[in-house]
Structure formats: C-alpha cells, structure tokens
C-alpha cells in the first residue's frame, strides 16, 4: 500500500488515509496514531500532510499532499 501512496504522490495525486477501528481497537487509538506517524515519516521528503490525523467515528484519518 505504501507503493500506492508513493505513486499516487508521484502524479501530483492527493492521498487519503484511512484506518478502521473495530471492537476493542477504539481503545488503542494511540497504536493507529503512531501507524499514520510512520508512514508520514516514511513520505516525510515526496509529500506534506494537508490534514493530521483525526478521528471521524471508528475511522482515523490523514490527507497527504504532494510537496
């Protein structure tokens, strides 16, 4: 998935991420947060975060845009 991400970055895409919490997991919100802050490091040098991360229901969010 991070592939994707890098070329859709590549092509001047927007990228949206998505994490889904299910049952329990809406406890371990923390563990979701430091996966968005991987991969923000991880594309720290191709793209920007446009939206941090941010809970909407059970699902996390994140928008990266290219730099």
């Known amino acids: ?3 994707n991400v890098i070329k859709f ?7 949206k991420i998505t994490l889904r919490f299910r ?3 809406l406890s371990h919100q923390q563990l ?3 996966l968005l802050r991987k991969v923000q490091d991880d594309v720290a040098e191709v793209a920007k975060v446009e939206a941090f991360p941010r809970m ?3 699902q996390m969010l994140m928008v990266l845009a290219p730099k």
């Open 1 to 3: 998935k991070m592939r």
């Open 23 to 25: 049952g329990r997991e």
């Open 32 to 34: 979701g947060m430091n």
């Open 9 to 15: 970055i590549g092509e001047g895409d927007k990228v």
């Open 56 to 58: 909407e229901g059970r």
